[in-house]
């Protein structure tokens, strides 16, 4: 492991153990985060790219498990830690922006009372000190006039402004790493650009490493240095960004990227592309490829075996198209 | 030129929302203000805005679940709000809805076959014996296996359970369909398979849609107009490809170079817009986009505070609400460069 890798996890899984049997939710999952890198988790509902982040913040809730793997920050194994450990670890290390700004700030306290929580808390800061703190960050993310807008209730702005604070909060104590979940999902187009451009100039600015979980792969294209893709609680494809988009590779990542209505100027309209099916059901995963019944390369291996993630091109694929020993006739 | 299928001429809705001690009311929540639109037969009409324009009361108010403050609505060349009750009812079962969220438009204690007959049971549309057959027809007909009929909602996915709903409205035999953002909800590898089913289902049986949607990328792909709202207004309709092509007002511009492009060595330098969409409760009285416009400056004698700028043609089919076009009075001024 290299210096400027912050957080590295190795073969991590995650159960959700349920009356009617055992979810994988996550299965044998691998990647790192280096300084002042995004990296962004892609995968549809269902594929474990949330859970992954929960994991990583040790904020998963029973049933869910990690029954196996290591997530190291800076290279210490944050799974080995106490709970008060781990508390000095979120926050002021790692910090989180969730999905749902309506719902995930508390709307009784002011946004003056929630951050300037995290920020006594974390940062040790006298009550004035800490609210001057608050403003800064309040400035920092774009709120007009902070001074005024400090005192607000949540339900006294609108989605994008609270997503903005949810920012700020995160961003209080000044975290190496941050894990944006889905930051812009509930948000208007308009808006989802404002974040997006703030995550990029936030990262400039104070170099700090994010790791952005998402379904939407055009906010992937705006803002990722590598990405890994996510199906059924595996990795199947882990790339740069630049080669997922210009070469898909994976036949999941590739009918994923055709499916997006473009916005190129065509004269006629073709039909969509389709992945057929649906994601199989978790409770009962096929034994091969958990990609096989949809894919249109199927081949009679996928249904029996399951493909281990080869290394091909300097990415890493899970796919039998990519077996080195498969021959060049397999793969054309 | 053909009959428009549907005319909204001038309509309104406002909502009250504050009333002083008389029950007078003092603050008005402008949803939809002074819109008009025609919807020809057969085509998809794309209706795009972000949340909290009034895309959505457009929606409800021409499959009559609201009734409009001012203006007329006019349906197959009759005006709604003329008819009788009856009448009306028979007339709005030719106009169905599909929903936004799949999981709560669906009664989790029916099962799908019971969901999708159930309006042609109210209705009495057909004989009880030939029910189950149009049904099974319906359930084929969106892609679904007619053994699914005695299954729940719960037991469906996302995508499926869109298709019921589908099936619900076609039920009806309708001639128009108003999809309110249909595949918000969902995935993005199933929102390919039920848009490219609802263009399917529109050639199969010559349905005109209304389609609801936040994002310009979605109904690129179905529609053959587009029109795009901003805080109860329409300020843009064009075909189309010449909407894409050629967008003219500065929040149609604003809103196209918002979506994210697949493509990172195409990471363009987007206009991003300052601030929020401003509040529809007691709007100021120019244009409803002045505070956020950042296109003011090339305007030299402009009154877009002060004054609303009129819905007008400055090429043939391509309609636009903004003084820096067309003639507010009559052509003088040209398209400025910015």
Redo the contacts between chains.
Sequence with gaps: MTDDMLLEVRDLTTDFEMKRGTVHAVIDMSFSVAKGEVLAIVG??GSGKSVTSLSVMGLLQPPGRVVRGEILYKGKDLLALSKHEMRDIRGNHISMIFQEPMTSLNPVLTIEDQLTESIRTHMKLDKHAAAARAIDMLHLVGI?SPEKRIKDYPHQM????RQRVMTAIALSCDPDLLIADEPTTAL???????I??LINELRDKIGMAVLLIT????????TADRVVVMYCGQVVEQAT??QV??RPMHPYTL???E?????E?TEV?E??????G??PNPLNMPRGCAFAARCARRMDRCVSEMPPLYAAEDRKLRCFLFDPEAGEEARS | MTEPLVQLKHLSKFFPVDTDLLGRTTSLLKAVDDLSLDILPGEAFGLVG??GCGKTTVGKMLVNLYTPTAGEIWYEGRNVASLSARQRRKLCCGIQLIFQDPYSSLNPRMTVGDIVSEPIRINNLLPREQIADRVGYLFNAVGLSANYRNRFPHEF????RQRVGIARALAMQPRLIVCDEPVSAL???????V??LL?DLREEFGLTYLFIA?????V??ISDRVGVMYLGRLVEVAPK?EL??NPLHPYTK????????????Q?RK?I??E???SSPIDPAPGCRFASRCYARSGCTSCDCETNMPELVEVSPDHFVSCYLFGSQDNGSRLAPRF
């Design positions: 549809e509902s007009p609108s989605g994008g402004m208007d187009v308009t808006i989802q650009a404002q997006l451009a379904h939407d792969l055009g906010v992937v294209a705006e960004a630049a988009f210009e009918g994923l990227l499916s997006i209505p473009t916005m100027d309209d039909p969509l592309y389709m992945i057929p649906m994601v | 972000e949340s996915s996302g995508g499926q995935d993005v590898s199933i929102q390919a398979q848009l490219n263009s936040h994002g310009l990328n979605v690129k792909h490809r894409y092509r604003a809103l196209l170079s918002a979506i994210p492009v697949t493509n990172p060595a990471r987007r991003l817009l601030g929020d969409v």
